[in-house]
Structures are given as structure tokens and as C-alpha cells.
């Protein structure tokens, strides 16, 4: 197939390229001026950036498909011009823990995720009632990293104590991968929200009950731990300015921020309520500016969406305590950072394409096949219409989870269609145009 008239994103430019594309078996053959073939795309008017990575997600298959599953989740994520997508271990059942849960999660998702998808494994305080070295050993060909908690309300997948998430850094360094970490101080949290629940039921007191400085801390504690190890560790959803500001005190910490924490802060959470209601909560407004900052310096390395909704009887409950903390988020990620980050911060291209696929894709091992637009990488693509807008409205969702704190905001730019290995999944117009099961299962690059 030839897609042709488009203006591609090409790595390490300053702007879009007019080139067509030839893609062969799924590949990117060539790039070049007036290519010619029997299957033409015309992306004339259209701009061609390289698919997002969405390295955060919670599709909660199996066990928890009430509020998420794979086809849904992935089919959302394609809507969005995601064309990788990293499922967390936490939220299905039986969690990420050992070989066994992998492989059998494996069997179930594969045939209905609709784009590319990887894993990450999971340590909890009660892989430790197992053989857990063995177990982190047996999954690591499998995995992008391994995700653990300082701070859980999961009784299925608890958190580690210090000690625990030491040891953890140590194992997961010798299989050579990154340790994932919710960051957030839990004795700190704990003592926050006795206080907070004896005050009241609004959102002001969730907010309170989850303190920025329960962030910072637990970033500080776990930079100093991965330093004493010499391992590799990833911050998740930093929404903290200072948090995201102390990253690079170690060279081998990277972090991510998800949308939510670019776009909104506590005084939209009292004016909108659980459908901004997310762990952690967002945070005082002058935060925003910061992590934006961070993003456009290099010393936030990503965004992701950290998609996880859940059904309105479990979104709205009556109490800030009880609502669900989760919202959808993979369909809005790339259409918010295009909008926002592109065009409206004018945000350098390069460094756009950075935080949308490069830097994911590095991260977890994957920059040899994906995350960007070279000569022999599998042919993830996601078009855009850069004169149209995008209302965004949850009842068109693709995702089970249609309550979204974004409802009502209009985007510039629109995914027009969204690619995966040379095929289209998902048409603005048509929508889904894929089989459940075209998803492929991706693993980390093998390290030399
Ligand atoms: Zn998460």
C-alpha cells in the first residue's frame, strides 16, 4: 500500500515532511516523493504521525470486565490514534504475579484486543507468600517491567513495604528490566484521610486526604532506593510539580504524567467530582504549569493515559470516599496532547513526538519495531485532519467508561484513521474496521 499527498512526522525534524509511504507486509518499505502502486491511501490535507504508545492502561481482563475488557479498551485506544498499548497487572484477575496468570490472561486478550499490546508484570505484598524471585524470573521475557505500590487500595495485588520494593529493585535490575511505581507516601495518606473522612463528604476533603506531599515523599524515598541499588526505576501518573522536578537526581529514574494532570486541578475536581476522580487526585493549579514544563525539558520523559473507568453506579455512589477513582483515557490522550501540547503550547515537533511514542517505546524495549516513522519498522500510523475539531462527548466512546472530566471540550484536530502494522483498525467514519484478535502480543527487545 502506498499512502499518498500526507505530511509525514519523521523523527528529528523540525516540521512535517510531504512524502508518501509505501508499506510492504506490514512494514514501512520506503518514504519517498511521487511513489506509485496498486493499493492507494490519499492522505492528501491529512498529517501522518507515528502511532501513539499508550504505556498505561488498566483493561481489567479477565476479572473485572464490568468496567473494562480488552476489545472495548482497545478499541478505544485506536479511536484515539493509539497504536501500542502496555496493560497493567493489577486489575485483572488472577493479578500479574506469576507465569501461570500471564499466560493464561495471554490466551484470553489476544483475541480481542484489536491494536498491539504488551504486559507488564506485577510484585504485591503477597507474591512474597510465593516464590516471588522465581516468579519476577519466569515472566521477564514477557514483560515491559514490573509494576509494584507503595500506596494500594487493591486488596487483590497489596502494596510492598520499603524492605519488600528494595528487594524487588534488586531482582528486576538482574533481569534487566524497569521497576513501575505508585508513588505515593501511604502512612501520609493514611493519617489524611482518618482526618479528612471525620470532616465531611466533599471533594475538597478527598483532595486533602491524599496530600502533594505524600507524592513528593515517596518519589524522594524510592529515588534514594533505586540509587542504593543501582536499579532501574519508572515513576507512574506524577502529578506533583515537585515530584516531577526531582526525577533526574538519578540518571536511571524516568517518569510519565497523564492528561488529566496537564489539563485539570482541584478546582475542576469540585466542579466536575467523580468523573475527575482519579488515584492520585489532582493536584493545586500552579501544578499544571510545572509539569508542563517538565514535559517540554526532558525531565518528565512521557505521557499515558492511565485509562481506567468504571460504570456509573461505580463512578457515582454518593460519596467521595466510595466513587470510583479511574477514568477513560486512552481515546483522549493523543487528540488532548495534539490540541494542547501542539498546537496550542506549540510544543517543539520533535519533542512532541517524544512524549506521544518515542520515549515510551525506548523505555520498554520496543524502539527496534515501534514509536516512530523509519524504514523497516511495523507500519503504525495515525492520520490526522488538522483543520477539523473533535467535540468530545462520553456517549460516543469506544471504551466501556463513557464518564470522562473532559466531556463538552472541543480539540483541534481529528484522528481521521489509525493503522496498525499497515492496516487500518479504526475509521473516523466507520469506526472499528478490524477482527477482535488483529492485536499481536509485543515483548521487550532482547538486551544485548
Ligand atoms: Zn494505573
Same mark, same amino acid.
Given at each position: 500500500?502506498?499512502?499518498?499527498?500526507?505530511?509525514?512526522?519523521?523523527?528529528?525534524?523540525?516540521?512535517?515532511?510531504?512524502?508518501?509511504?509505501?508499506?510492504?507486509?506490514?512494514?514501512?518499505?520506503?518514504?519517498?516523493?511521487?511513489?506509485?502502486?496498486?493499493?492507494?491511501?490519499?492522505?492528501?490535507?491529512?498529517?501522518?504521525?507515528?502511532?501513539?504508545?499508550?504505556?498505561?492502561?488498566?483493561?481489567?481482563?479477565?476479572?473485572?470486565?464490568?468496567?473494562?475488557?480488552?476489545?472495548?479498551?482497545?478499541?478505544?485506544?485506536?479511536?484515539?490514534?493509539?497504536?501500542?498499548?502496555?496493560?497493567?497487572?493489577?486489575?485483572?484477575?488472577?493479578?500479574?504475579?506469576?507465569?501461570?496468570?500471564?499466560?493464561?490472561?495471554?490466551?484470553?486478550?489476544?483475541?480481542?484486543?484489536?491494536?498491539?499490546?504488551?504486559?507488564?508484570?506485577?510484585?504485591?505484598?503477597?507474591?512474597?507468600?510465593?516464590?516471588?524471585?522465581?516468579?519476577?524470573?519466569?515472566?521477564?521475557?514477557?514483560?515491559?517491567?514490573?509494576?509494584?505500590?507503595?500506596?494500594?487500595?487493591?486488596?487483590?495485588?497489596?502494596?510492598?513495604?520499603?524492605?519488600?520494593?528494595?528487594?524487588?529493585?534488586?531482582?528486576?535490575?538482574?533481569?534487566?528490566?524497569?521497576?513501575?511505581?505508585?508513588?505515593?507516601?501511604?502512612?501520609?495518606?493514611?493519617?489524611?484521610?482518618?482526618?479528612?473522612?471525620?470532616?465531611?463528604?466533599?471533594?475538597?476533603?478527598?483532595?486533602?486526604?491524599?496530600?502533594?506531599?505524600?507524592?513528593?515523599?515517596?518519589?524522594?524515598?524510592?529515588?534514594?532506593?533505586?540509587?542504593?541499588?543501582?536499579?532501574?526505576?519508572?515513576?507512574?501518573?506524577?502529578?506533583?510539580?515537585?515530584?516531577?522536578?526531582?526525577?533526574?537526581?538519578?540518571?536511571?529514574?524516568?517518569?510519565?504524567? =497523564?492528561?488529566? &494532570?496537564?489539563? $485539570? #486541578?482541584?478546582?475542576?475536581?469540585?466542579? %466536575? +467530582?467523580?468523573?475527575?476522580?482519579?488515584?492520585? /487526585?489532582?493536584?493545586?493549579?500552579?501544578?499544571?504549569?510545572?509539569?508542563?514544563?517538565?514535559?517540554?525539558?526532558?525531565?518528565?520523559?512521557?505521557?499515558?493515559?492511565?485509562?481506567?473507568?468504571?460504570?456509573?453506579?461505580?463512578?457515582?455512589?454518593?460519596?467521595?470516599?466510595?466513587?470510583?477513582?479511574?477514568?477513560?483515557?486512552?481515546?483522549?490522550?493523543?487528540?488532548?496532547?495534539?490540541?494542547?501540547?501542539?498546537?496550542?503550547?506549540?510544543?517543539?515537533?520533535?519533542?512532541?513526538?517524544?512524549?506521544?511514542?518515542?520515549?515510551? =517505546?525506548?523505555? &520498554?524495549?520496543? $524502539? #527496534?519495531?515501534?514509536?516512530?516513522?523509519? %524504514? +523497516?519498522?511495523?507500519?503504525?500510523?495515525?492520520? /490526522?485532519?488538522?483543520?477539523?475539531?473533535?467535540?468530545?462527548?462520553?456517549?460516543?466512546?469506544?471504551?466501556?467508561?463513557?464518564?470522562?472530566?473532559?466531556?463538552?471540550?472541543?480539540?483541534?484536530?481529528?484522528?481521521?484513521?489509525?493503522?496498525?502494522?499497515?492496516?487500518?483498525?479504526?475509521?473516523?467514519?466507520?469506526?472499528?474496521?478490524?477482527?477482535?484478535?488483529?492485536?499481536?502480543?509485543?515483548?521487550?527487545?532482547?538486551?544485548?
Amino acid at each position: 500500500m502506498i499512502i499518498k499527498n500526507a505530511n509525514i512526522a519523521l523523527p528529528g525534524r523540525n516540521d512535517f515532511v510531504p512524502l508518501d509511504i509505501e508499506i510492504q507486509e506490514g512494514k514501512i518499505l520506503r518514504t519517498g516523493a511521487d511513489l506509485s502502486g496498486d493499493e492507494i491511501l490519499d492522505a492528501a490535507g491529512l498529517q501522518v504521525f507515528p502511532g501513539a504508545v499508550d504505556s498505561h492502561v488498566h483493561f481489567n481482563e479477565p476479572g473485572y470486565t464490568e468496567r473494562e475488557d480488552f476489545y472495548h479498551g482497545s478499541a478505544a485506544a485506536a479511536s484515539g490514534g493509539v497504536t501500542t498499548l502496555i496493560d497493567m497487572p493489577c486489575t485483572s484477575l488472577p493479578p500479574l504475579i506469576d507465569k501461570k496468570a500471564l499466560d493464561s490472561k495471554l490466551d484470553i486478550v489476544k483475541k480481542h484486543a484489536l491494536i498491539d499490546f504488551g504486559f507488564f508484570g506485577g510484585v504485591s505484598a503477597k507474591s512474597f507468600f510465593g516464590d516471588w524471585k522465581n516468579n519476577m524470573k519466569d515472566m521477564a521475557a514477557d514483560v515491559m517491567g514490573f509494576k509494584t505500590y507503595f500506596l494500594s487500595g487493591m486488596e487483590s495485588f497489596p502494596q510492598l513495604s520499603p524492605l519488600q520494593f528494595e528487594q524487588v529493585l534488586r531482582v528486576a535490575q538482574s533481569l534487566g528490566r524497569p521497576v513501575l511505581l505508585h508513588a505515593e507516601d501511604p502512612a501520609l495518606v493514611e493519617k489524611f484521610t482518618k482526618r479528612e473522612q471525620a470532616k465531611g463528604d466533599s471533594w475538597l476533603h478527598y483532595y486533602r486526604s491524599r496530600p502533594e506531599k505524600a507524592e513528593f515523599r515517596a518519589v524522594k524515598k524510592a529515588i534514594k532506593a533505586a540509587r542504593r541499588n543501582s536499579a532501574d526505576l519508572h515513576i507512574v501518573h506524577v502529578g506533583t510539580g515537585k515530584a516531577a522536578k526531582i526525577l533526574r537526581r538519578y540518571a536511571h529514574v524516568s517518569g510519565e504524567t =497523564a492528561p488529566h &494532570y496537564l489539563a $485539570f #486541578d482541584i478546582r475542576d475536581l469540585e466542579r %466536575i +467530582g467523580a468523573a475527575l476522580k482519579t488515584n492520585p /487526585v489532582v493536584k493545586k493549579p500552579a501544578n499544571k504549569n510545572i509539569l508542563w514544563r517538565c514535559l517540554q525539558n526532558g525531565t518528565l520523559d512521557f505521557v499515558a493515559s492511565d485509562h481506567a473507568p468504571a460504570p456509573d453506579e461505580m463512578k457515582n455512589t454518593g460519596s467521595v470516599w466510595t466513587d470510583y477513582a479511574g477514568i477513560p483515557g486512552s481515546g483522549t490522550m493523543f487528540p488532548f496532547l495534539y490540541s494542547e501540547a501542539l498546537i496550542r503550547r506549540k510544543m517543539p515537533f520533535t519533542r512532541f513526538l517524544q512524549i506521544t511514542a518515542e520515549n515510551a =517505546a525506548k523505555r &520498554y524495549g520496543f $524502539f #527496534d519495531r515501534k514509536g516512530s516513522i523509519e %524504514i +523497516g519498522k511495523d507500519a503504525d500510523l495515525v492520520l /490526522v485532519d488538522p483543520k477539523a475539531v473533535l467535540q468530545i462527548r462520553g456517549a460516543d466512546f469506544l471504551s466501556k467508561g463513557k464518564i470522562t472530566p473532559f466531556e463538552g471540550q472541543v480539540f483541534q484536530g481529528k484522528v481521521i484513521k489509525t493503522i496498525v502494522r499497515g492496516k487500518t483498525v479504526y475509521d473516523a467514519d466507520k469506526g472499528v474496521v478490524t477482527d477482535p484478535g488483529y492485536g499481536c502480543f509485543i515483548r521487550p527487545a532482547e538486551r544485548s
